[in-house]
């Protein structure tokens, strides 16, 4: 059942059906799914910092990005999906920062990104549920014990929305 909803979160979150066949692979696959998307997310931040700084952004604003999107790639190597999950979380609530030239908290960011782009505001919603569900589900040694195989799902979903995620209309073509 798990999988059936993360399958169509990823078909809210991205293309539909793209999702799937990262869904149905082996552990193996997924692994290697998720340092490909990461790769992409890389390229996409990129080209989204690119051209929200392209001379007329917040300098601070654009470095925040920056150095989120480094920590977001020192952080897929290996299975520590709850440090993945705040890094992608922290990468769209920098996002959102940036294209609205401003920082605020972070709840301001979730309405600026729904009224900004829905998929944006999607995305940005999902990576902060999965963040306080994380919180929650912390033991007393700051262990996630048994939500390590969904978390693994959750960050799939997430790097999978900021490898797709396209500020213009490209990704419903």
């Not at 539909?16 to 692994?31: C, H, K, N, Q, V």
């Not at 989204?48 to 470095?63: F, I, K, R």
């Amino acid at each position: 059942m798990q999988r059936q909803f993360a399958i169509a979160l990823g078909n809210l979150l991205g293309k539909p059906g793209e999702f799937y066949a990262i869904m149905t692979g082996d552990a193996s696959s997924r692994g290697m799914a998720l340092e490909r998307l990461q790769q992409e997310a890389q390229r996409n931040l990129q080209s989204l910092v690119s051209t929200a700084c392209g001379g007329s952004g917040p300098a601070d604003l654009c470095d925040a990005l920056v150095r989120t999107a480094a920590r977001l790639r020192g952080a897929v190597p290996g299975t520590d999906y709850a440090s993945q999950i705040l890094a992608l979380h922290a990468a769209l609530l920098d996002l959102a920062r940036l294209l609205a030239g401003r920082a605020f908290s972070e709840d301001d960011a979730l309405g600026f990104a729904f009224m900004h782009n829905p998929k944006l505001g999607l995305g940005l919603w999902f990576t902060s549920e999965v963040k306080i569900r994380l919180e929650a589900a912390k033991g007393p040694g700051g262990d996630v014990g048994a939500a390590a195989d969904v978390l693994e799902t959750d960050a799939l979903l997430a790097m999978y929305f900021l490898s797709a995620y396209r500020e213009t209309g490209e990704e419903d073509e």
